[in-house]
């Protein structure tokens, strides 16, 4: 298996090399050449598998030579090992056709949990043969922050710089980012949106002066080896839905377009999926853009589901490849257009092609937390505001009634115990492995929203060697 940047200018690529390099060297995002596929008796041979026995399944096309079955099974074992539910990602039944995928039983109760574990392993496997030492640069909305604090703190060969912006995650969020003192792993605080923080990534990354300097590479959905490992939870939860032989849809509540995209290569490689249901808060840019064709940035709204407030989508431009026929060089033109203009409209043909596969859903501040309300009365389940907007564009979505429709749960709902209280009254209780997170002491550095002062941060603290 050999990876292509979707801007056309950078070298084809292995696993091995795609995982440790994140962002392609053209600004693009690495893909797969051509997508994998899997028969239908090869998915129903699925079926009654644990998770890590699907998982070797799924990724071993993507892996290719880089990893030896038996060793995949083993990085999954440990990887997955730490979860706190034995299923690793349960199916939850709300009603007749609604059914919930629980993705925060990691050790952060966030479903970037599922992907950074095994991302952590794989970064120290592959760097344990290379005389290199590893600068993964990354920003978060909220749970991709702790995810690789948690997968990387200590390992060998790694700094983690992360930034966040101030003020603009949970307290839960933070904390779980700023109590981990390990010497290798940076705490940023932004002054600014979560945009800010991953356009200052993205141009890390393009600056060849400073990103000569470091080898650097991304823990966010940008690398291909964490989104990847979230393929694997939509052929678990399907099979079990009775895939290939019935359809099933999902609903993702997605920000950055990485988890729902996860879902569409499912669908590539021959998941039987219904619809994928792209469920936005208020900071719509995903919605406007697949039921309008209007991909334009505007100005972030805070929200109680801070790791949706984001304009910048940056998986969509993998969707957008496929879009624009693979084609690199076309699509390199149009986001140097989206660039300069921050706006980039799809023409009815991509919509077209985009509307087999997604539809989507704007759930605003009072239908988010009737559905939180919904969910708790109705069927004793507690989801957090992320969660209920996926929950409410599934309960909107104009399907067949024979159609299972799964809500992607991305996040325990202790994260955000305050919007949760305001609207089912009820305050969840975080689980015991993080019950002292309020007593532990923290450590972050809060920075302008200024690129030179976060590379100079970096620069400071980094090992080049």
Not at 179 to 200: C, R
Request: hydrophobic share 45%.
């Amino acid at each position: 298996m050999l990876y292509v940047s979707t801007r056309g200018r950078a070298p084809k690529l292995d696993f091995e090399s795609v995982t440790l390099a994140g962002l392609a060297s053209d600004g693009g995002l690495y893909v797969p050449e051509a997508w994998p596929s899997l028969t239908r008796d090869q998915i129903r041979a699925l079926q009654g598998l644990s998770y890590v026995d699907t998982a070797v399944a799924i990724l071993a096309p993507f892996v290719g030579d880089s990893i030896s079955k038996d060793d995949l099974r083993a990085l999954c074992d440990t990887a997955y090992g730490r979860f706190a539910h034995a299923a690793v990602t349960p199916l939850v039944q709300l009603d007749a056709r609604q059914w919930v995928l629980e993705l925060f039983h990691g050790p952060t109760l966030a479903f970037k949990d599922v992907a950074l574990q095994l991302l952590g392993l794989l970064f120290e496997r592959f760097l344990s043969t290379r005389d290199t030492h590893l600068t993964v640069v990354g920003a978060t909305s909220g749970d991709t922050g702790s995810a690789a604090i948690d997968a990387l703190a200590g390992r060998a060969k790694v700094d983690l710089f992360m930034l966040h912006p101030k003020g603009r995650v949970s307290d839960v969020q933070r904390r779980q980012m700023t109590t981990v003192l390990a010497p290798n792993i940076h705490n940023i605080a932004i002054e600014g949106s979560f945009d800010d923080a991953q356009a200052m990534v993205k141009a890390m990354f393009a600056d060849a002066d400073f990103a000569g300097r470091f080898t650097l590479s991304a823990v966010n959905s940008i690398n291909w080896a964490r989104l990847a490992a979230q393929i694997v939870y939509y052929f678990y939860a399907a099979v079990r839905l009775g895939a290939p032989d019935r359809p099933v849809a999902f609903s993702v509540p997605t920000g950055n377009f990485g988890d729902v995209f996860a879902g569409y290569v499912a669908a590539k490689m021959g998941l039987p999926v219904a619809k994928l249901i792209v469920a936005t808060n208020v900071n719509d840019i995903l919605h406007r853009a697949l039921s309008e064709g209007d991909y334009s940035v505007g100005s972030v709204t805070p929200t109680a589901a801070p790791s949706m407030d984001i304009q910048v989508s940056s998986n969509f431009e993998r969707l957008l490849f496929d879009l624009h026929g693979r084609d690199g060089d076309a699509l390199a033109a149009s986001m140097k257009s989206f660039d300069a203009s921050r706006k980039f409209a799809l023409t009815p043909a991509m919509r077209a092609e985009a509307a087999d596969i997604f539809t989507s859903a704007r759930i605003d501040p009072e239908s988010m937390e009737i559905a939180m309300r919904r969910a708790h009365e109705g069927s004793a389940m507690v989801l957090d505001p992320h969660s209920a907007i996926g929950y409410a564009a599934a309960l909107a979505a104009d399907l067949p009634v024979d159609v299972p429709v799964v809500t992607l749960a991305t996040a325990h709902p202790a994260k955000f115990r305050d919007a949760v209280e305001r609207a089912t009254g009820t305050r969840p209780l975080l689980p015991l492995r993080v019950g002292d997170l309020f007593d532990r002491e923290e450590r972050y550095e809060v920075l302008p929203n200024d690129l030179r002062a976060v590379q100079a941060y970096i620069a400071e603290r980094a090992t080049t060697a």
